[in-house]
């Protein structure tokens, strides 16, 4: 698949009061700056046109924009963010992809669902529940992708683990690049799995991004597996975001 467009937001200062499982210590603004220019520098690098949104103050996880919607060939989907700090920034970005999209539907809920739990292949829509996407959110969205032809199939996201994309990316038509414990759930069957090395499961959430595949920095055993499959790297420094639980896919809609 080739990607014409990202959107992308720029980090608030209020991402110090971002959401986090565990606290590792609180982002460095200035840091996590740099590392998202270096981001949306890769994504235009192939020749993307990014879209990239000004701060919102108000919703500290704003920049992780990925959870707001899925966006597929034939319309957007806006999200209903499980998390309820989170909730208002679907809206936020509903009237950027109006103007990308004809047709823009909506998760009305009482269901929640958020777009890193979704993963897209050439083949079907994966939908890991996890505690911010539940079943009455999964079903809204088969229903309304459905219309489109789309495929959607309900698996679990480990205990423990924020959103399946946490753990998975797709590398190529076949290939996820995934941890031991997802794929222990056997929800790849039929693709081919690369694992990421051991002690590395926090680099499992890179994107494949038109030629490179963009990974998080400092996973260098990864690195090379992924080298030596023939993939194209390219490496983003994610120190910051990774202390809120956010990685590669987390800070972009691609489409
Ligand atoms: C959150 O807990 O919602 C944010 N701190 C991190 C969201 C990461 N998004 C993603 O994996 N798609």
Redesign the pocket.
């Known amino acids: 698949t080739r990607f014409s467009h990202a959107i992308t937001r720029r980090p608030a200062a209020s991402i110090t009061h971002?959401?986090?499982a565990v606290d590792t210590g609180t982002p460095d603004l200035a840091l996590m700056r740099t590392h998202h220019a270096d981001y949306v520098a890769a994504l235009r690098e192939t020749g993307a046109t990014v879209i990239e949104l000004e701060p919102l103050e108000a919703y500290p996880?704003s920049v992780?924009v990925?959870?707001t919607a899925l966006c597929l060939p034939e319309g957007a989907v806006i999200m209903r963010p499980g998390?309820p700090s989170?909730l208002g920034e679907a809206a936020e970005m509903a009237p950027h992809l109006a103007q990308l999209y004809g047709e823009v539907l909506r998760i009305d809920g009482p269901g929640h669902i958020e777009?890193?739990d979704i993963l897209v292949t050439e083949t079907e829509i994966l939908v890991g529940r996890s505690a911010r996407t539940d079943a009455a959110g999964v079903a809204e969205l088969a229903r309304l992708v459905a219309r489109w032809g789309h495929k959607l199939r309900e698996v679990f996201t480990p205990p423990g683990v924020?959103?399946f994309?946490?753990d998975c990316s797709l590398l190529d038509g076949d290939t996820v690049l995934a941890t031991r414990r997802l794929d222990a759930s056997g929800c790849f069957a039929g693709y081919k799995v690369i694992h990421v090395a051991e002690g590395e499961e926090a680099c499992a959430?890179a994107i494949r991004f038109n030629d490179p595949v963009i990974l998080p920095a400092g996973f260098p055993r990864t690195a090379e597996i992924l080298d030596k499959a023939g993939f194209s790297l390219r490496q983003i420094g994610n120190s910051e975001c990774a202390k809120?639980?956010?990685?590669m896919?987390?800070l972009s809609l691609r489409f």
Do not use: I, M, P, Y
């Open positions: 971002g959401l986090r996880d992780f990925e959870d998390a989170r777009g890193g924020l959103h994309k946490t959430n809120l639980d956010g990685g896919s987390c």
